[in-house]
């Protein structure tokens, strides 16, 4: 059994914990002792981080062997048409290599909490929005895909991470979910040798007849 936390990090705010530079961090929203972020979340970005005090869960969660499927939020500059989601879902490649094919598609300004400071409407009249999911997590990776496809992210919310959803939560909120382990389809060998014994045991044997 482990215990699971998540976070919707605002606007502006380190994925950790402390900072020398006395920027808002982690500590000013959640105080549960001894958790950790599995991954993280740029402080110009907003949205989902999970936390946990469990080493082994944060690691599954956040190396990338595990591909937990990212889904993000962004408001672009510009109206994005369809050549440059096709070339996202296809794979585009960045300075570091080429990108996995992402799913995207143009939606609708979803509802959400204000940002401050919002988007200035002076310097960017046209915007809209785009759901885009990754299976990767390289450093900003979003926003360099989008800027390379001629469309730069003004805002980007993290809404999904694997199974796991924002929903329900407002910047700086965080809830609790505890997650337990599945139980293994194959016993660990010192129970299969166990239940050997016990069954050898339990088995009726048949008494030799001595020769006449």
């Known amino acids: 059994m482990s215990t699971l936390y998540l976070l919707h990090k605002p606007y502006r705010m380190l994925s950790q914990f402390t900072d020398k530079q ?8 959640i105080t549960v002792p001894g958790v950790y972020a599995a991954g993280r979340l740029d402080y110009d970005s907003e949205g989902l ?7 082994s869960l944060i690691h599954r969660i956040a190396h990338p062997r595990h591909k937990q499927p990212k889904t993000y939020w962004a408001q672009v500059e510009g ?3 369809e050549a440059a989601l096709k070339a996202l879902r296809q794979g585009i490649t960045l300075k570091d290599g080429p ?14 909490a204000p940002r401050q400071p919002a988007i200035d409407p002076k310097r960017h009249p046209s915007t809209s929005w785009l759901e885009l999911t990754i299976n990767e997590g390289r450093n900003r990776q ?8 001629g469309f730069p992210t003004l805002r980007l919310i993290r809404v999904a991470i694997g199974p796991w959803r924002l929903d ?7 809830r609790k979910e505890i997650l337990h382990a599945p139980q293994p389809t194959n016993p660990p060998p010192n129970q299969r040798i166990a239940k050997k014994l016990k069954d050898q045991r339990a088995r009726p044997t048949t ?6």
């Open 99 to 112: 990108t996995l094919p992402a799913k995207a598609r143009q939606i609708a300004p979803p509802i959400t």
């Open 79 to 81: 109206h994005i048409d």
């Open 142 to 149: 979003v926003r360099r895909m989008t800027a390379h496809v």
């Open 22 to 29: 006395g920027r808002d961090t982690l500590a000013d929203v």
């Open 207 to 212: 008494k030799r007849r001595k020769p006449s």
């Open 168 to 174: 329900g939560l407002a910047p700086g909120q965080w």
């Open 49 to 55: 981080l999970l936390l946990s005090d469990d080493g």
